[in-house]
């Protein structure tokens, strides 16, 4: 699933101030000396080696600013550098795709520090790197699964700040996903003429992704798939349920027309 708005977002501005933030006290040596060298696993003092990695992300050298970043760590591990480095190494690895090392480090400086003021945007980070992972809905979804289980918990953990209103955007979308991807599920099983597979997979749909853009086709696939199995009362249930909540939906006026023409005496719908 391809979103790639909060790139250009006014969420991603206040990512890469915090990103800033973290650089601020970089800001007195930028005179001193030329251009550092992109280089990894070489000596140097922790200012100079933070810089460094700090020009490389300025550049879009996220890989080598994250090779760097986690240089300072490894050199200087009790400064306090290293707290900022941890942050903005996470912060490097999700901006060069590599959401695995994005999602450890972030997970390393939630555990080093989970106190810390910026311990959100370590959560939502680890949000970020799952969600942007999520494929579409003919593959498996454990990933998905873990975006939901992520980007909740940024939700719950900080409610009150704008990664909060941010995650619960993209929760709505991947609960659309792995709607998605029950409906797909479902669909083939009713090609397939199992009925029962197929229901249980819409039934999902309609009592744990209700909110959902899917949920009008899962009741009227309810409607087929009990009419197929010869239990028309059940298939005037969910068709009632489709006229009371999508009255001028597609989905409705096919439920009508296939309870008027297999089940006629059924009560109205």
């Known amino acids: ?131 942007e992972q999520i494929n579409d809905v003919s593959r498996d979804q454990k990933v998905t699964q873990q975006a939901l289980t992520a980007l909740t918990d940024v939700a719950r953990r900080y409610p009150d700040t704008r990664y909060a209103v941010d995650a619960r955007l993209k929760i709505d979308l991947v609960n659309d996903h792995l709607a ?17 597979a197929a229901g249980i997979r819409f039934r999902n749909v309609v009592e744990k992704y209700q909110t959902t853009s899917h949920t009008a086709e899962a009741l009227f696939r309810l409607v087929e798939t009990n009419l197929s199995l010869g239990i028309p009362e059940e298939a005037q249930k969910y068709a009632a349920v489709l006229g009371k909540n999508y009255p001028g939906s597609e989905w409705y006026q096919k439920a009508y027309g296939l309870m008027q023409r297999h089940a006629p005496n059924t009560r109205a719908i």
């Open 1 to 131: 699933m391809a979103d790639t708005s909060h790139r250009n977002s006014p969420l991603r501005v206040l990512l890469l101030a915090t990103a800033a933030g973290a650089m601020a006290l970089t800001a007195g040596c930028a005179g001193r000396g030329g251009k550092p060298k992109d280089t990894a696993y070489v000596a140097r003092d922790v200012e100079s080696l933070y810089l460094a990695a700090k020009t490389s992300l300025d550049k879009g050298d996220h890989k080598v600013a994250a090779a760097l970043f986690d240089e300072v760590e490894r050199q200087h591990p009790y400064s306090p550098w290293a707290r900022r480095a941890q942050l903005m190494s996470a912060f490097s690895y999700y901006a060069s795709k590599d959401y695995a090392k994005a999602v450890q480090s972030a997970q390393r400086f939630l555990s080093i520090h989970p106190g810390n003021k910026d311990a959100a945007y370590a959560y939502y980070l680890i949000g970020l790197s799952y969600y």
């Open 180 to 196: 998605g991807k029950e409906m797909d599920i479902g669909r083939f099983y009713e090609r397939s003429g199992r009925w029962l």
